[in-house]
């Protein structure tokens, strides 16, 4: 394999020479034959309608929902229209007032233990249809998005009958009904986020998948009726924008709960503008990941792949502007081209897939958009060539390097597997060139010296900071951003503040 | 960098490990799905990895002619099985295997000075590695003065080395890091680096004497020290995990290390070896049933 590697439009000089191709060689000793986890295991209705009130409810149109990596149709699922949308707030707040909320902590824990354990007896089955209907490798959503989604229930089960413990002294009670809108990057396990939580505190939930990925929605809503929670408690609406802004809209709905993208962050925000609302927010990102001159570079590379890579870079907290001590910045952009040949990219239900499909055709539009306005600026980009499907959505993991602040590509959150790479010279640079962005969700920091994490943590503003790894979650750990990356904390105890009238 | 750089050069490697990334990364390499006839390739290429070894007091000639027997022909009726790579002994033994394996392709590799402490003279263990390939071992498998390593005392580590690969002649050289004693990976990597400069051609884990041998994380360290050798030097350097590699599954996550981190280039016995006595069988029962679609008991395998 070889690198295409096409200088930009200003054809500034590749400041680094040729990579040494250790694998030369044409054919390979040995390949890895295809290892595709079984689906028979798994099922899926033609078509699903909206769950609302513990039932499933016809609406007047569906639409079709496909799997990104072959464009074929999976199902059809309902869109909640207005009326629909109503419907499922009054189950809701007919479920709060008569049932959840007279239920004690122990009760409550107890449904939710309960969908926890179902959901474990189903994981392959969730994880499956995640990829499926995602596109994301079925190792990610076998190893990450289902296991921390179950994680998430247990873990808020625990606390639903220990609420006093986590605000001792204080009064608090439940909301009401919420309005949650997640989005298409990790569907289950953001339902997970917010479904948790706000059934812990005793709050009754709306809850909106996102157009490109509904279908674990309905596999959890499935669950829940499995769970025999109280009808209404739960309610599981597909849809559009539109269905979103009903929920957003809804006088009886008392909190917003919302992840996805700044802007539509910001048509919440001014559409509850003057109501009594509860809102938080998880949006975008542009995070720094940091490499110092001293860093454990091969543990660093694992983690910038990690970073930009992982999900097909569909994150919002992904690590896509690589700042790099400039005294090991050729070491770097060395050992990241040879590592990025060895990325494995096809068939998301392959065991060995490293990078999966994107998620959907208008998202892919939109990388490609990006990725040219990097070209234009005259930015170098590096792919591997790897071989791409026929059919389905696919981008090459994809690096630049000439890149400045200044550059699109380094300014605007792309949302896929693409990698600006950057440099800085000294902690103060590394630290004004990280926090140089309208963002504030994440951060990486890669060095030996632990004082000088310290110190870099304090002064990044970003909500959350790994250092010497990245990507690593917790139901314990709050997660939740800086500036236009939102507000309100998702996980451990601050995510059971967001859900309380304390 | 020049080929022939010494000690000094180590410090132009970055030297830093993290033991928690390294993990992480040896372990997501390791859940590798390998199936069908990918499996059925990398049991024969891990055949003909093979060191097979015998190291005990107790080694006698007939014990060393019957493992060489066995390792010229593993197993009955399967023409397609290899040889394995080689026959690893004490110095005493290898006059018997050389007799034994004439001929067959399969190399003799002795242990040497001072194995597997190293507590000796250097003379002395000059002299064990001189007669070793007097006797005509065709690979020695040193050890490195460990107490030495860990007192900071690198150029004599350097130095030792030198002196023993002068010492092997024609004969290959294997460096035993020996990392269970080690310890940290920062120190693997360090003394890794430290055997390349001073020449080695292959670095190997452990003896198999010390708890723990040979881990993925570990091999993993050294793997990418030898590539970040080999863009530095252009010298290709081949590794020796030995020491607790028993089952099929392992060595494939083995493999599967060595593909991703060096490429395919180092997947020959030439370059890449795996050090083990029990893992033979498991690999021939694996490669039954991958034909048969049967597992055989293990009655069927012999013992030598």
Redesign the interface.
């Known amino acids: 394999m070889t690198f295409r590697e096409k200088p930009g439009a200003s054809n500034r000089p590749s400041s680094n020479g040729e990579v040494?191709i250790?694998?030369?060689?044409s054919k390979?000793?040995?390949?890895?034959?295809p290892?595709t986890e079984a689906k028979d295991h798994i099922s899926l209705k033609n078509r699903y309608d909206l769950f609302v009130g513990g039932k499933w409810v016809k609406a007047k149109k569906y639409f079709a929902t496909i799997n990104p990596a072959n464009e074929k149709k999976i199902a059809e699922v309902a869109s909640a229209s207005k009326e629909d949308v109503n419907r499922a707030v009054l189950a809701a707040d007919k479920a709060y007032k008569n049932v959840w909320s007279k239920l004690s902590g122990k009760e409550r824990a107890k449904y939710i233990f309960r969908i926890a354990r179902i959901m474990q007896e189903k994981a392959r089955e969730l994880a499956v249809i995640e990829t499926m209907d995602g596109g994301k490798p079925i190792?990610e959503s076998k190893g990450v998005d289902v296991p921390l989604a179950i994680a998430h229930f247990f873990y808020y089960a625990g606390w639903a009958d220990k609420l006093q413990y986590a605000f001792p002294g204080k009064k608090f009670s439940p909301i009401g009904v919420v309005g949650q809108i997640i989005p298409w990057n990790f569907p289950l396990l953001m339902a997970a986020w917010k479904i948790a939580p706000a059934l812990a505190c005793g709050n009754t939930v709306v809850i909106k998948s996102a157009e490109t990925t509904p279908l674990t929605l309905y596999k959890l809503a499935e669950i829940i009726q499995e769970a025999e929670l109280p009808y209404g408690v739960v309610n599981i609406l597909s849809g559009a924008g539109d269905t979103g802004s009903y929920i957003v809209n809804h006088p009886k709905v008392k909190k917003i709960a919302f992840t996805g993208s700044t802007e539509v962050g910001k048509i919440i925000l001014r559409s509850i503008a003057g109501t009594d609302k509860k809102v938080t927010l998880e949006l975008g990102g542009k995070a720094a990941n940091i490499i110092f001159e001293?860093?454990?570079?091969?543990?660093?590379i694992?983690?910038i792949i990690n970073g930009i890579y992982f999900n097909q870079g569909h994150v919002c907290c992904a690590g896509s502007r690589l700042f790099v001590q400039e005294s090991?910045k050729s070491?770097v952009v060395?050992k990241l081209k040879?590592r990025l040949k060895?990325l494995r990219v096809g068939d998301p239900l392959d065991?060995?897939t490293d990078v999966g499909a994107i998620n959907s055709k208008m998202q892919l539009n939109k990388i490609a958009e990006l990725v040219q306005s990097g070209i234009d600026e005259g930015c170098t980009i590096y792919q591997p060539e790897c071989v791409l499907p026929d059919k389905g959505f696919w981008f090459r993991p994809t690096f630049f390097t000439n890149t400045a602040q200044s550059n699109r590509i380094a300014q605007d959150e792309i949302f896929g597997p693409v990698l600006s790479v950057l440099m800085f010279r000294t902690p103060k640079e590394a630290i004004e060139k990280a926090n140089n962005t309208p963002y504030g969700l994440s951060a990486g920091i890669w060095t030996?010296k632990g004082s000088k994490i310290f110190k870099m943590v304090s002064e990044i503003k970003a909500g959350i900071i790994w250092s010497?790894?990245y990507n690593k979650f917790n139901p314990a750990s709050p997660f939740g951003g800086f500036k236009e990356s939102g507000f309100g904390r998702e996980g451990g105890v601050h995510g059971l503040k967001e859900y309380l009238q304390v | 960098m020049n080929i022939n750089a010494n000690i000094s050069s180590l410090e132009s490697f970055h030297l830093a490990v993290d033991e928690v990334g390294a993990k992480e990364r040896a372990a997501s390499l390791a859940g590798r799905s390998i199936k069908k006839q990918s499996k059925v390739t990398a049991i024969k290429l891990a055949i003909s990895m093979i060191d097979l070894t015998t190291l005990e007091g107790k080694d006698s000639d007939g014990k060393v002619y019957a493992l060489c027997q066995k390792a010229m022909h593993p197993i009955d009726g399967e023409p397609e099985v290899p040889h394995v790579a080689a026959i690893c002994v004490y110095p005493n033994l290898i006059k018997t295997a050389k007799q034994t394996l004439l001929g067959s392709g399969v190399k003799v590799a002795s242990v040497a000075t001072g194995f597997p402490s190293g507590q000796s003279p250097l003379k002395i263990r000059l002299d064990e590695v001189k007669k070793a390939v007097q006797f005509g071992a065709d690979e020695i498998d040193m050890v490195i003065s460990r107490g030495e390593f860990l007192e900071g005392n690198y150029n004599y580590t350097y130095n030792e080395v030198k002196a023993i690969k002068e010492a092997c002649g024609d004969a290959h050289l294997k460096v035993i890091l020996e990392t269970g004693e080690l310890e940290t990976f920062d120190n693997v990597r360090k003394a890794s680096i430290i055997a390349m400069l001073a020449g080695a051609d292959f670095i190997k884990t452990s003896t198999g004497k010390v708890q723990p041998a040979a881990t993925l994380p570990v091999t993993l360290v050294m793997l990418e020290a030898i590539r970040d050798f080999y863009n530095e030097t252009g010298r290709i350097v081949g590794m020796k995990p030995a020491g607790g590699i028993r089952t099929t599954k392992d060595a494939i996550a083995y493999l599967c290390l060595v593909k991703e981190t060096l490429g395919d280039t180092w997947l020959t016995p030439n370059l890449f070896r795996l050090g083990a006595s029990t893992l033979l069988n498991d690999l021939l029962m694996q490669y039954r049933k991958e034909k048969t679609g049967l597992y055989q008991s293990a009655d069927y395998f012999t013992n030598d």
């Open positions: 040494k250790v694998s030369g060689r390979p000793v040995w390949e890895y034959a290892s190792k001293d860093a454990p570079i091969d543990q660093a694992e983690g090991v070491l060395k040879q060895t065991k060995n030996d010497n790894t």
